[in-house]
């Protein structure tokens, strides 16, 4: 699974960044708890990972606990696979770091800053976009990068959305990214509850589900 998403241009043209998506796949068990689920999509990814970022061997991802705390990742991980604990958002200005999250009707956000080449990727579904994570990760972009969100290119990936959710999580993500100053606002504008050939959906198939992967690095 090599294929680019059309909704990821924005930032994948830009030659100093990398952004990828693992949609659903065909033939995995995944028809349990997210554990189980994981567990068994973990040789894929790790398959479909090593295809598109040869040369990067670092990987982080959040915890994803529903919150809106960020990890910073300031220091390279030369090799291997590190979670950090308590967040559902990574910020990096190091190359070479590869930005995992999961989802599966939750909302990822991809963010890239085109002038000091910082990046970040988050995990907001209801409790974090209520949380506004898309704020927190912003502020800590500028406090430890120099991040003017005027620079910011921002990406929302396929989520749930009405009428399968009765909140509309691009539509508050979106005005969150205006309110933040934010102009470059991307939505992929694709409904996980919609299509179970492409996503996964946790709220249609009923928790018994595997998930998404958004990926985000800078060259």
Not at 91 to 106: H, M
Request: glycine residues 6%; contains cysteine.
């Amino acid at each position: 699974m090599t294929e680019a998403f059309s909704f990821l241009n924005s930032i994948s043209n830009q030659p100093e960044f990398q952004a990828s998506w693992i949609p659903r796949l065909s033939g995995v068990n995944v028809d349990g708890d997210r554990e189980f689920a994981l567990r068994n999509l973990a040789p894929l990814h790790d398959q479909i990972i090593s295809a598109q970022y040869p040369s990067i061997n670092a990987r982080h991802h959040a915890e994803q606990v529903h919150g809106n705390g960020i990890s910073v990742i300031s220091e390279p991980l030369q090799s291997g696979i590190i979670t950090h604990p308590g967040t559902d958002g990574l910020i990096t200005n190091v190359p070479n770091q590869l930005l995992a999250i999961y989802v599966a009707d939750c909302a990822a956000i991809y963010l890239a800053d085109s002038v000091s080449k910082a990046i970040g990727l988050l995990h907001s579904g209801r409790k974090g976009t209520e949380l506004n994570i898309l704020e927190q990760a912003v502020r800590k972009m500028t406090e430890f990068f120099g991040t003017d969100p005027a620079n910011l290119t921002c990406i929302l990936s396929p989520c749930i959305r009405p009428p399968d959710y009765e909140m509309n999580l691009p539509e508050s993500v979106h005005s969150q990214a205006r309110a933040l100053g934010i102009d470059q606002f991307y939505d992929s504008c694709e409904n996980t509850a919609a299509d179970l050939t492409a996503h996964y959906s946790y709220r249609v198939e009923k928790g018994k589900t595997g998930r998404m992967l958004a990926l985000l690095t800078l060259q």
